[in-house]
């Protein structure tokens, strides 16, 4: 499927990972064995998302993500035990985090948590509104937003990322939607992933919040709403 790309840039095969390549030098690819150390059960129990999305009572915990980017937040669920689809609007993006699932496929230490991850290519708010009436055997029980933010990370990788992914010109996140539909399809938790100071997601106060130096997670239970 051809991919229509901002000038400057390219996708090119990069020592065997599909790779975005800026004119200037910068590149980006997604390479999930770089987070094998956090993956491991002592240290993924303790991340604040995994914490944030723990659903009580449940031994197989669904959760779709419906802004998945480079796939990082679902990759951590999927270790902790969630069954995770993943929604992908920008088909950049999407194709780059199709290439780091496949290739996460072959490594043994990968494959199992990969195996919990569906990606699908698409808009989620869509999706989303869609399970408003479905049946409660088919509504997820965690429903994850990370909307983009300006500015959220201060570190040197994540800026030369985050200058890649605003070449690609990707349209406003209509915030209000995004929430409105993730309440509506009636999960258990909202959960929503924002900067440290950063205000609440289209003005909705959480029920409660799991912060840490540079991020938190703002969780809402629709059920209380």
């Known amino acids: 499927m051809a991919i229509d790309l901002p000038e400057g840039l390219s996708l090119e095969r990069v020592d065997g990972a599909l790779?975005?390549?800026a004119d200037d030098g910068l590149s980006m690819c997604g390479d999930f064995a770089r987070e094998l150390r956090r993956l491991r059960p002592a240290n993924v129990s303790r991340e604040l998302l995994v914490r944030a999305a723990r659903v009580r009572g449940c031994d197989h915990p669904r959760a779709l993500d419906a802004t998945?980017?480079?796939g990082e937040d679902s990759l951590l669920l999927a270790a902790a035990g969630f069954s995770v689809t993943l929604y992908e609007h920008d088909p950049v993006i999407a194709a780059l985090l199709a290439?780091?699932?496949e290739r996460a496929a072959a490594v043994p230490e990968l494959a199992p948590?990969?195996?919990?991850?569906r990606l699908v290519r698409g808009d989620s708010v869509g999706a989303l509104r869609a399970l408003a009436d479905a049946d409660a055997s088919a509504r997820p029980d965690v429903v994850l937003l990370d909307p983009m933010?300006?500015?959220r990370r201060k570190s040197a990788s994540v800026k030369k990322k985050?200058?890649?992914l605003q070449r690609l010109e990707r349209p406003a996140q209509d915030e209000d939607a995004m929430l409105d539909a993730a309440i509506k399809a009636r999960p258990r938790k909202v959960v929503i992933k924002r900067p440290l100071k950063g205000p609440f997601l289209a003005g909705a106060k959480p029920a409660y919040q799991i912060a840490g130096k540079a991020v938190r997670y703002d969780v809402l239970v629709p059920a209380q709403l």
């Not at 948590?113 to 991850?117: Q, S």
């Open 19 to 21: 790779t975005l390549v």
């Open 68 to 70: 998945a980017g480079m």
């Open 99 to 101: 290439d780091a699932l």
């Open 113 to 117: 948590v990969v195996a919990r991850m």
């Open 149 to 151: 933010f300006p500015e």
């Open 162 to 164: 985050a200058q890649l």
